[in-house]
């Protein structure tokens, strides 16, 4: 019999940690929280000091049964949960409900699931952190109360469903506030002056227009460009100055939570959802061929860059051996934030550096073996030297107007040699030399208009909500999640859009609770929860400073906020009862109703037509439609006598090559209009 049992969250974690230990080892799994605030009330005694009054988590009796079994034959029982305020909450929930005495050395942690990690905690328990609990149960009753307390007034007020929150009422309104932006936003006009220039060797460059002499000039209008034009028509650009100058790239840092996040969405096109499930498996235990199962990566909530002294000098060992000494950089100083950082934790890096991407590929699935390979490259990339590159500047002149030209050349590829998610900056010149006389082959004038500020995407979503102070490692996809599935804002390409819900909701709670959804309120919090976890402030004194305010603006939005009706006439009127059918919102967002409701019962599904007759049939319209997974995508009215689909939007137009069907389609650099068919390369600017 088993004299010593280990309890972790996860089934997965279990099957790994339980082959590390021997036989006097029982490991088994709480499958995440086994305590919680009810879902049908609010759960916290506001009158005997904001009280939380936990319960069992329904379904969990036969969890809770075999874990109370266990922990009865056991000697020694180990609470193994992860390194963070979550894990430390449900390791004293799981010390409640099996009794184990308060000041019992009964936690173990550790940042990698490796067999040397957890024969080395298993040596080393301490007790349960109190500090880390009350900082978990002060934002678990915040939540609790912010939600609880406003959510059933937009019930009330708007329509059932809806909800508020701490974090993702915040990241609404950030997400609302920049489509107001982009609404207001002004286009400015201006202009660029390019010149293809031609060498005495025949090789072309482009210069670009700098300005006077050696003051830049902005140009804002077509008439100054003629004016310009004017003055250079038919003449050569002198070369001026070359200058050469050494500039260094250093390496990315390695991988916090966000900057995952981030870099997966951008580099892989993950969701931060995708990320963090794929990262979660690779932490846990993945089987490895000819080591059996073993964690991959180190603990992936965490928003420390720390990495620990073993860690580099292995990080250094495999550099010198396989890459050269001279590439070995060692870690380099880094900024901290003001808010103060669990340095407990490491930046999220492989458990060992010797498992090589490549090496292993067999053993992971395809988002594994990217997720990993990103991981793996960052740690590596981090320890290692700057890039060099030579970077030229080549000013030319005609009369007073002076043109620049730039290029680089890499000279040294540091850390660029193994991170190969970073892009190359190498733009070469030909050869130029101070004098010479350079034929100008054609001027390009070029009108532009300044952009309104990019919509947020996940990634640039994450970045802000961090810059802002705003949520936690373990809160950003969740948070997105959330609001997703609320139809608060929903996704086109990859960019968040505000839905008519998501504005509206946002406006209520500006007006009535604009303290609660405050970006420097919720980054407070924020602080304030850290404060907690040191040992700094009580927990229940931020909860009352919270809602003493938030029980006044509730009451006060009580007998102000009227009711709000979201229904719109859509010009039919009902089949059975002759009433105008109206546009309302279910849980699986719009459809069309009668008004007669409940009388007449008369439902059908909302066709969002975009204006355009379907291509292939000519009959039907082309109407925004969603996926089972929530991706819009288009198709005809006429479905399912019409099978046309397409997840870009369709234009209007027909290609001038081949002439099937045109769509947009949009990535960083901006809108274009292509042609769907692979055979077809035809392509063309969108006009602003």
């Known amino acids: 019999m088993a004299k010593n049992l280990v309890i972790v969250e996860s089934p997965a974690k279990a099957k790994t940690i339980g082959k590390f230990l021997g036989r006097n080892y029982t490991v088994k799994a709480s499958v995440g929280h086994i305590r919680d605030l009810p879902k049908s009330k609010l759960g916290v005694d506001i009158d005997n000091n904001f009280e939380p009054q936990y319960i069992n988590i329904r379904g969990k009796g036969p969890v809770i049964n075999e874990l109370k079994k266990e922990a009865k034959k056991a000697e020694k029982v180990f609470l193994a949960t992860d390194p963070d305020r979550e894990g430390e909450a449900i390791s004293w929930h799981l010390a409640h409900i099996l009794n184990l005495n308060e000041d019992a050395k009964c936690r173990i942690e550790f940042n990698e699931i490796t067999k040397d990690s957890i024969k080395k905690a298993i040596k080393s328990p301490r007790e349960i952190n109190k500090d880390l609990v009350d900082a978990q149960q002060a934002r678990r009753v915040l939540d609790r109360l912010l939600g609880y307390k406003i959510s059933p007034l937009l019930w009330q007020k708007v329509r059932k469903g809806l909800s508020a929150g701490r974090v993702q009422s915040v990241a609404t309104r950030i997400i609302c506030d920049r489509e107001e932006e982009i609404k207001n936003f002004i286009p400015e006009e ?3 002056i390019n010149l293809l220039c031609e060498t005495l060797s025949k090789e072309e460059v482009e210069f670009k227009f700098y300005g006077e002499g050696d003051s830049k000039v902005e140009l804002k209008s077509g008439n100054e460009v003629e004016n310009i034009l004017d003055n250079i028509k038919d003449k050569k650009l002198q070369i001026t100055s070359t200058q050469v100058k050494e500039r260094k790239k250093s390496p990315p840092k390695p991988f916090t939570t966000s900057m995952l996040q981030q870099e997966a969405s951008n580099k892989l096109g993950f969701s931060t959802k995708k990320t963090m499930m794929v990262a979660q498996q690779l932490y846990e235990g993945i089987e490895i061929k000819g080591e059996g199962t073993v964690g991959l990566i180190s603990y992936i909530r965490t928003d420390s860059q720390r990495i620990s002294d073993e860690a580099v000098q292995k990080g250094k060992e495999y550099i010198v051996d396989n890459i050269g000494s001279e590439y070995y950089g060692g870690v380099k100083d880094k900024k901290t934030s003001n808010k103060k950082v669990q340095d407990a934790h490491e930046a999220i890096r492989p458990t060992s550096i010797n498992r090589i ?4 590929k067999e053993s992971l699935n395809k988002e594994q073996y990217q997720l990993y390979k990103l991981i793996w490259e ?16 080549v000013n030319g002149q005609i009369g007073n107007y002076t043109f620049k030209a730039t290029g680089s050349k890499l000279k040294f590829d540091g850390f660029l040699r193994v991170y190969s998610f970073a892009t190359s900056e190498d733009k070469t010149l030909p050869h130029i030399e101070e004098g010479m006389n350079l034929e100008v082959k054609e001027i390009l004038p070029k009108q532009h208009f300044t952009q309104p500020p990019a919509r947020y995407t996940e990634a640039t979503l994450v970045r802000t909500l961090e810059e802002l102070g705003i949520g936690r490692p373990s809160t950003y996809a969740p948070t997105i999640a959330t609001i997703v599935a609320r139809e608060y804002v929903q996704k086109q390409g990859n960019s968040f859009y505000p839905t008519e819900i998501g504005i509206l909701v946002t406006e209520i709670m500006k ?13 407070e919090m924020e602080r304030m929860l850290d404060e907690v976890e040191e040992g700094d402030l009580k927990w229940k004194k931020v909860v009352e400073d919270v809602y003493t305010p938030l029980k006044e603006a509730i009451e006060l939005a009580e007998e102000k906020i009227e009711k709000v009706s979201i229904e719109e006439e859509t010009g039919e009127n009902c089949e059975k009862c002759g009433s105008p059918m109206v546009i309302k919102y279910g849980r699986f967002g ?12 008369t439902t059908k599904p909302l066709l969002n037509k975009i204006g355009i007759t379907c291509p292939k049939c000519k009959d039907g319209e082309i109407i925004i439609r969603k996926s089972k997974r929530g991706k819009i995508f288009y198709g005809c009215s006429k479905y399912p006598d019409c099978d046309f689909v397409s997840w870009d939007k369709p234009t209007g137009e027909k290609c001038e090559k081949c002439g099937e069907y045109l769509v947009y389609k949009e990535n960083k650099k901006g809108k274009k209009i292509v042609c769907p068919n692979k055979e077809c390369d035809f392509e063309k600017k969108v006009e602003i």
């Open 511 to 523: 007006e009535n609770f604009d303290k609660f959804i405050d970006v420097a309120f919720t980054a």
């Open 590 to 601: 719009k459809f069309v109703s009668c008004k007669n409701y409940p009388e007449c019962k």
């Open 190 to 192: 201006y202009w660029n």
């Open 357 to 360: 991407p490549d090496d292993i």
């Open 378 to 393: 960052r740690f590596v990339a981090s320890l290692m030297k700057d890039a060099v590159y030579d970077s030229y500047l």
